[in-house]
């Protein structure tokens, strides 16, 4: 499994965010929009697996592992949710998301 370490202070800031806004009422929420990108591949992660085996037995069908050649494709996908709902997903082509795309590539979320 591959997840991101959190260090204490990472723990510590999200439990004194956690803290501060506990006892917000649905008419603060309503002003909060959480939102975030994810890229979706086509194909399998193809990281290298390294295999012990026996001499000769390097052409096993067991051992053989399909890989893409070049990359393979996939999808940059964008899009938001808050207490009224959810934004459309929008597609992000040809490259990341950067702030200037954000600015003049996604309409206004709210």
Same mark, same amino acid.
Not at 5 to 33: K, M, P, Q
Not at 73 to 97: A, N, Q
């Given at each position: 499994?591959?997840?991101?370490? *959190? ?6 800031? +999200? ?8 006892? /917000? +009422?649905?008419?603060? /929420?309503?002003?909060? !929009? ?17 295999? /012990? ?35 459309? !997903? ?6 990341? *998301?950067?702030? +200037?795309?954000? +600015?003049?590539?996604?309409?206004? !979320? *709210?």
């Amino acid at each position: 499994m591959v997840c991101v370490r *959190l260090t204490s202070r990472h723990r510590r800031d +999200r439990r004194e965010w956690a803290t501060e806004h506990v006892n /917000w +009422r649905r008419n603060e /929420w309503s002003n909060v !929009l959480f939102s975030d990108e994810s890229h979706f591949s086509v194909h399998p992660d193809n990281r290298r697996i390294f295999i /012990w085996m026996d001499r000769g037995s390097k052409n096993n069908l067991a051992f053989v592992h399909e890989s893409v050649r070049f990359g393979g494709g996939g999808v940059l996908v964008y899009g938001g949710i808050s207490i009224d709902g959810r934004t459309d !997903l929008y597609i992000i082509r040809d490259g990341p *998301l950067t702030a +200037r795309r954000h +600015r003049d590539d996604i309409p206004d !979320l *709210l």
